[in-house]
């Protein structure tokens, strides 16, 4: 395989026997806005059109990386100029000959790869002098949306909306934001319970912000660019869809409220888009008119008629596009909710591992706040320390995602139970990673009673992380003590004995009082809950009924070597290894 220089050098050897071929200089690359420090060439060819032959040159645009993917293909600005507007060819000139996410070349064919790529680029300019691939133009609407025509400055504005359909009854508002958030000024919503999560996210960080109307104008008539649109256009397209549009429009415009923002939707293939415009500024403060006499539509539809609209593209986030563009496929209906208690160094990764489950409910419970010597195993670091850490997860949370839903108590589950017990019991499957075995069966006992009617996973680790455990109790088998030999659960990893002696390497102090904790890493953590994981997830997919243990074999040769004695039932079992367990 020949990479690189030389084989760009092979490609133009034979190139030059069928085309009119030459390498641009340094100079010519720069006049053309590409980088100098690439290859370009020159290929000047011709097509046949309407028993024409019309002169194309095309720039080809090589990195290092040739063969092993396509250059770009670029016609040069002549030559856009004579041709524009057709499918797939952009604002820059750029010529979407291959998908490379999808097709990928042959490295040993240099000189294929540059033959099909000037034949298909041919192609695609013939296709759209010819009208026959300009129903493409309807499949690209987005992207013809957010180019940039004639003699404008910027790019479309971008902004978010939390809603990816409209429907005509919906109580449409625009959000406009007194400071970014990254790169939005403006959030579009239908005033439904996701705009309520995202104002209260809005309100809990302080960012401050005023609400407007929307006009709504449902599908959009023109689908080929350009798109450097007027006011008299759009007052035209209204007015062709009767007197109730236009007079609904007029009184939109009249409203003292700005910005004027006008949304509407498109289906492509199936799916629905939403694109829109601003219209700018409306002077009614003019010479010749008495303060008050001019209207904003007035002016609108005269003095500012000839004025560009300005165009807007938007970021559609919804757990169903979120959803959709991560695992490919649409959320199931039903949204998980999930009590944490306990967001420690396991409960904190393990909220990691189950917020991949397309963004669900929270619960988290516990006192503690972030302290320097917790960071070094906690999901979060040095900036929340001295934070509650349900509060700090939950700021973790919503700062990656506005819209998720997520509450917190500072409290003990214990008394969470005792006082707020719906609390508990109206999610899906609660969490428990204290690791105290009292609170641990204090809680399966709670099933057994009937005061806890959700299913529990309790998970807690042993010392140096040689072991890692997940008793899964559910409210119609929760005979959680079959799992127990007395006090001791029975599937442990270092002996019983060990525990019943209190061997004091189990343990390690800081000075003072209640300062002992168990050593383990974080690494170990991440391999126990990477490890876990898929059988919890298979739990909640298939909604088992059926009370089972997990345990997760770690590194017991380093605990042998410190003289603590390894159960019988992993003597001969390999590090990493899950055991399942049933009654």
């Known amino acids: ?26 100079k010519e690359k720069s006049k053309l806005g590409f980088k100098t420090s690439l290859e370009v060439w020159e290929v000047d060819t011709e097509i046949s059109h309407d028993s024409k032959l019309i002169q194309i040159v095309f720039h080809i645009v090589f990195t290092n990386d040739f063969p092993l993917e396509f250059p770009k293909v670029y016609v040069s600005p002549d030559t856009y100029e004579r041709t524009k507007y057709i499918p797939h060819i952009d604002s820059r000139r750029l010529v979407c000959t291959y998908d490379t996410e999808i097709v990928t070349t042959n490295p040993l064919e240099p000189v294929g790869i540059i033959v099909e790529s000037i034949k298909k680029a041919k192609n695609i300019i013939l296709d759209g002098l010819s009208g026959s691939n ?36 919906s109580s449409l508002k625009l959000i406009c934001l007194k400071n970014d958030i990254r790169i939005y000024r403006y959030v579009l919503h239908k005033s439904d319970e996701t705009a309520t999560q995202f104002k209260d996210f809005l309100d809990e960080y302080k960012y401050g912000y005023n609400e407007v109307d929307v006009y709504f104008l449902d599908d959009f008539p023109i689908d080929k660019p350009p798109f450097d649109i007027k006011n008299r256009d759009i007052l035209d397209l209204i007015k062709d869809r009767g007197d109730e549009s236009f007079e609904r429009f007029k009184a939109f415009i009249k409203k003292y409220e700005f910005p004027k923002f006008v949304v509407c939707e498109k289906n492509i293939e199936g799916k629905q888009y939403l694109f829109g415009w601003f219209h700018q500024y409306i002077e009614t403060n003019r010479k010749g008119f008495r303060p008050g006499a001019l209207n904003q539509f007035k002016a609108l539809s005269t003095f500012q008629s000839n004025q560009n609209v300005n165009r807007v593209t938007t970021d559609i986030f919804t757990k169903e596009r979120l959803e959709n563009r991560t695992s490919g496929m649409l959320p199931k209906i039903n949204e998980k909710s999930f009590l944490i208690a306990g967001v420690g160094s396991i409960g904190s990764n393990l909220l990691y591992f189950l917020n991949s489950m397309n963004s669900p409910e929270f619960r988290l419970v516990d006192t503690d706040k972030i302290q320097l010597e917790n960071i070094q195993r906690h999901l979060l670091g040095f900036e929340h320390i001295g934070s509650y850490k349900t509060k700090a997860i939950k700021d973790y949370l919503l700062k990656n995602n506005p819209i998720q839903k997520v509450s917190t108590k500072e409290s003990s589950i214990i008394k969470v139970l005792s006082e707020e017990s719906n609390y508990i019991n109206d999610v899906d499957y609660v969490f428990v990673a204290i690791g105290k075995s009292n609170i641990d069966n204090w809680l399966c006992q709670s099933i057994k009673d009937g005061k806890i009617n959700k299913p529990i996973f309790l998970i807690w680790v042993e010392p140096y992380l040689c072991g890692g455990h997940c008793l899964y109790i559910h409210p119609s088998n929760p005979e959680f003590e079959n799992f127990y030999d007395g006090d001791f659960f029975k599937y442990n990893v270092i002996d019983s004995s060990e525990y019943n002696t209190g061997n004091s390497k189990l343990s390690l102090r800081e000075a003072g009082c209640q300062t002992t904790y168990i050593p383990y890493s974080s690494s170990n953590v991440i391999s126990f809950l990477s490890s876990l994981f898929p059988y919890i997830s298979s739990i909640i997919d298939f909604n088992s009924t059926e009370s089972k243990a997990f345990s997760w074999i770690g590194n017991t040769k380093d605990i042998n070597e410190m003289g603590i004695k390894i159960s019988e039932n992993y003597k001969n079992i390999a590090s990493g290894t899950i055991t399942e367990n049933t009654v």
């Open 134 to 169: 300009h129903s493409d133009f309807n499949i690209e609407f987005k992207a013809y949306w957010e180019d940039k025509y004639g003699n404008e400055k910027y790019l479309p504005n971008t902004i978010l909306s939390l809603t990816n359909q409209i429907k005509p009854e």
């Open 1 to 26: 395989m020949v990479i690189g220089t030389k084989s760009r050098q092979i490609a133009y050897d034979y190139v030059s026997t069928i085309e009119n071929v030459k390498i641009l200089s340094i």
